[in-house]
């Protein structure tokens, strides 16, 4: 497969299947930025994990091409003349947001009550997961603003929110499991 393709040369780029759009379009700004929390992601996976995190941060990065690849494909496009589907293979479901919350669940089991609002940091895998966090919530607000031109896949926003709450409670479990201190906002 050639890299380049010299096609979006001109500002321009292709969504899946073939319309042309400006490369600052929102639907491009809204899979970008899934692209960018993607590549957090792999940074954090990088990092020391025990290897249930580690295989959990897999699974969702593989299910953010799922996003991705819904968000590159306009509703009008996502069925071939044939009838056949062109994602058929390729969803969000619930199950997938349902895993994010019993993980939320299952580490919110293992940590001190939170009373107070904390501080990003304490630990440099923690910091990579605020950063993470961060990124997930401006491509849930693109995606906000997409969904507000354009029909999109309501699970998108659902697993986006909650991908978001996982990644805030991670960064909490990797603050304990690395005897780290949670600095918490006292005004």
Same mark, same amino acid.
């Given at each position: 497969?050639?890299?380049?393709?010299? #096609?979006?040369?001109?500002?321009? #780029?292709?969504?899946?299947?073939? #319309?042309?759009? +400006?490369?600052?379009?929102?639907?491009? %700004?809204?899979?970008?930025?899934?692209?960018?929390?993607?590549?957090?992601?792999? @940074?954090? !996976?990088?990092?020391?994990?025990?290897? *249930?995190?580690?295989?959990?941060?897999?699974?969702?990065?593989?299910?953010?091409?799922?996003?991705?690849?819904? @968000?590159?494909?306009?509703?009008? *496009? +996502?069925?071939?003349?044939?009838?056949?589907? !062109?994602? /058929?293979?390729?969803?969000?479901?619930? %199950?997938?947001?349902?895993?994010?919350?019993? /993980?939320?669940?299952?580490?919110? %089991?293992?940590?001190?009550?939170?009373?107070?609002?904390?501080?990003?940091?304490?630990?440099?895998?923690?910091?990579?997961?605020?950063?993470? !966090?961060?990124?997930?919530?401006?491509? /849930?607000?693109?995606?906000?603003?997409?969904? +507000?031109?354009?029909?999109? /896949?309501?699970?998108?926003?659902?697993?986006?929110?909650?991908? +978001?709450?996982?990644?805030?409670?991670?960064? !909490?479990?990797?603050?304990?499991?690395?005897?780290?201190?949670?600095? *918490?906002?006292?005004?």
């Amino acid at each position: 497969m050639k890299i380049y393709t010299k #096609t979006g040369d001109q500002g321009m #780029t292709g969504l899946y299947g073939g #319309t042309r759009v +400006s490369k600052n379009h929102i639907r491009i %700004e809204s899979f970008g930025t899934i692209d960018e929390l993607n590549s957090y992601l792999g @940074l954090i !996976r990088d990092q020391k994990l025990a290897p *249930k995190m580690f295989e959990d941060l897999v699974k969702i990065q593989k299910e953010l091409f799922i996003v991705g690849a819904i @968000l590159a494909t306009p509703i009008e *496009k +996502s069925v071939l003349k044939n009838g056949t589907k !062109r994602l /058929e293979d390729t969803k969000l479901t619930e %199950e997938m947001v349902v895993f994010l919350e019993n /993980e939320i669940d299952t580490m919110n %089991e293992q940590l001190p009550t939170m009373t107070h609002f904390v501080l990003p940091g304490g630990h440099t895998t923690v910091s990579y997961c605020h950063m993470a !966090r961060c990124v997930c919530r401006k491509a /849930e607000r693109l995606v906000v603003h997409l969904s +507000s031109e354009v029909s999109l /896949e309501p699970l998108v926003l659902k697993y986006l929110n909650r991908l +978001s709450d996982y990644l805030f409670v991670l960064a !909490r479990k990797l603050i304990f499991d690395n005897k780290a201190e949670e600095i *918490k906002w006292i005004p």
